[in-house]
């Protein structure tokens, strides 16, 4: 059990922050995300600075860096500090094409919560078919400039635009074989919006696991997306990716059975908490808890068996730590490392519900005394979370 200091809010002070008190659970120094800094204030001039127009016609450009047309949003989506409700009122009064699609998107990324919420841990492998070949393999060819650039920009910047998770995952599986739960770990280790909702929904469909066909990458993808890349490639004229690939094989699976981690529907109280715990899924102002009890002292737990596991990259936690070191300024915040069942056991706590598996884990332990809705977008229905389609339709009806 350990309780830690308040980090200083600069990005070197953070850094060694994290080195010195996280440092046993990632490999290497502390290196935050040179693209995104974390914290309220960074999620609001973000959506601030947002432009919708152009939108539809450039969400999946690549190259050039200028050309890109996506938002940048999901790492502050991610953690709560942008809830999906804000999001899309702000982008109001567009050209309606642009907000429609882009408004798709974000109800892409509430389908992902609600799959998430439905299905839990029996997302971690195959919802519809699985590959009957999976080779040995893990990684890319960084060999070919394409992929090389991608790569580079997770492992750095910790974000990718849409189109090159799907040019990465549809090369490592579709084209290599490679086990997609290595590449969606992957992912997830640097990703700063990485969430098993979102990221795995995401390998899941690309690969053809939990979708009707799989997304094959080949150069036309590259010419398309980033016009004038391949021409300066040393390998132009003997391009390993020239070809679509072979679609892979599959064999059906049972849908697993489903679960139901969505949370209250209205507050739920029993007694009167004295603390707010604030989870890694909801750090914004916004939180429902935080925002409800702004007299409370809040709680945070490095969940320290977890981080161990996963060792996430050091960008994500300097992320997190910005945030929290923000929060701090306005808030009496509370920092521990532990086991969050250990380190919160007897108190009497708010929370807002997170609707993941590990929160359902620990609450039922750590039995707070006074439990927020999640802030959905859409409002969970009765039925299955199957295709998207249907589960928009269902959600679209008030």
């Known amino acids: 059990m350990a309780t830690l200091p308040l980090p200083s809010p600069t990005r070197d002070a953070i850094e060694t922050w994290v080195d010195d008190h996280l440092g046993h659970l990632f490999h290497g120094p502390a290196i935050g995300s040179p693209a995104f800094r974390g ?4 999620a609001d001039a973000a959506l601030a600075a947002f432009d919708v127009r152009g939108y539809a016609a450039t969400r999946n450009e690549v190259a050039p860096i200028e050309r890109r047309g996506a938002s940048r949003l999901s790492p502050y989506i991610r953690h709560g500090l ?19 699609k882009f408004r798709d998107e974000l109800l892409w990324q509430e389908y992902s919560r609600h799959w998430y919420a439905r299905l839990g841990r029996a997302t971690a492998d195959p919802v519809r078919k699985a590959p009957t070949d999976v080779r040995p393999g893990d990684g890319w060819d960084r060999m070919l400039p394409c992929l090389n650039a991608v790569v580079g920009e997770l492992e750095q910047d910790g974000w990718l635009v849409n189109q090159t998770r799907m040019w990465l995952a549809g090369d490592w599986t579709v084209r290599h074989g490679q086990d997609w739960h290595r590449g969606e770990d992957r992912f997830f280790r640097h990703l700063l919006d990485g ?8 390998w899941q469909w690309t690969t053809g696991v939990g979708s009707n066909k799989p997304y094959g990458f080949s150069r036309w993808q590259v010419e398309k997306r980033a016009p ?9 004229d003997a391009c390993p990716i020239d070809e679509w690939p072979d679609e892979p094989s599959f064999v059906s699976v049972d849908w697993p059975a489903e679960v139901d981690l969505t949370g209250p529907d209205e507050i739920v109280t029993h007694a009167a908490p004295d603390t707010v715990w604030l989870t890694a899924e909801s750090l914004g102002t916004a939180d429902p ?11 945070f737990v490095f969940d320290e068996p977890l981080l161990a596991r996963l060792r996430l990259d050091s960008k994500r936690l300097v992320f997190l730590t910005e945030t929290l070191a923000e929060l701090a300024e306005g808030h009496d915040l509370e920092l521990r490392l532990g086991d969050p069942v250990g380190e919160l056991a007897g108190r009497s706590l708010a929370v807002t519900h997170a609707p993941v598996p590990g929160f359902a884990d620990r609450a039922s332990v750590i039995r707070p005394v006074e439990v927020y809705p999640w802030p959905w977008l859409r409002q969970p229905r009765p039925g299955s979370v199957r295709s998207f389609s249907a589960w928009r339709k269902k959600v679209d009806r008030r």
């Not at 004038?228 to 132009?236: A, F, S």
């Not at 808890?289 to 709680?299: D, F, I, K, M, Q």
């Open 39 to 42: 914290g309220q204030r960074s």
């Open 82 to 100: 942008l809830p999906l409700s804000e999001v899309w009122r702000a982008v109001g009064g567009g050209p309606n094409r642009d907000v429609e």
């Open 195 to 202: 969430s098993r909702a979102a990221n795995r929904l995401g």
């Open 228 to 236: 004038g890349l391949c021409k300066r490639c040393p390998h132009r």
């Open 289 to 299: 808890a935080l925002s409800l009890n702004a007299g409370l002292p809040a709680v």
